[in-house]
């Protein structure tokens, strides 16, 4: 949940941004670069339809496992701007997302881009 003080500095960075596409146009959304982070799973279980096999009609029924997906998810980064998705990254288990991950991000390199970094404050 966010604070009121968050919900301000939320505002003030929207009425920036607009303030700066009203002044630059178009070129401005070229600086703009987002990212998010969700759960993977990284192995995808068979459906029953595609484990689907041909028997005969006396043949014992092939038994199908169920499997935990949590125990198979790794964390997924991903950045992009308006062009499309630039940089994702998988991040090593055990480890937590914090600005020193973001900061740490390799291929990620927001000066030669241009881009604004005003978010990735530690």
Same mark, same amino acid.
Request: hydrophobic content about 35%.
């Given at each position: 949940?966010? +604070?009121?003080?968050?919900? +301000?500095?939320?505002?003030?960075?929207?009425?920036? /941004?607009?303030?700066? *596409?009203?002044?630059?146009?178009?070129? /401005?959304?070229?600086?703009?670069? $987002? %990212?998010?982070? $969700? @759960?993977? #799973? *990284?192995?995808? =279980?068979?459906? &029953?339809?595609?484990?689907?096999? @041909?028997?005969?009609?006396?043949? =014992? !029924?092939?038994? !199908? /496992?169920?499997? +935990?997906?949590? #125990?198979r998810k790794i964390?997924? +980064?991903?950045? @992009?701007?308006?062009? %499309?998705?630039?940089?994702?990254?998988?991040? =090593?288990?055990?480890?937590?997302?914090?600005? #020193?991950? *973001?900061?740490?991000?390799?291929?990620?390199? /927001?000066?030669? &881009?241009?881009?604004? $970094?005003?978010?990735?404050?530690?």
């Amino acid at each position: 949940m966010l +604070t009121d003080l968050h919900k +301000t500095q939320r505002l003030g960075s929207a009425l920036t /941004f607009l303030e700066r *596409y009203h002044n630059e146009g178009e070129d /401005f959304l070229d600086q703009i670069v $987002t %990212g998010d982070e $969700t @759960w993977v #799973a *990284y192995v995808t =279980p068979e459906s &029953k339809q595609q484990s689907m096999e @041909w028997r005969h009609s006396s043949s =014992p !029924k092939r038994v !199908k /496992f169920k499997q +935990t997906i949590s #125990a198979r998810k790794i964390m997924c +980064t991903v950045f @992009w701007d308006r062009k %499309g998705v630039f940089l994702v990254e998988f991040l =090593p288990r055990n480890e937590t997302i914090n600005a #020193a991950s *973001y900061k740490n991000l390799e291929n990620l390199n /927001f000066f030669r &881009k241009g881009t604004t $970094t005003h978010f990735l404050r530690q």
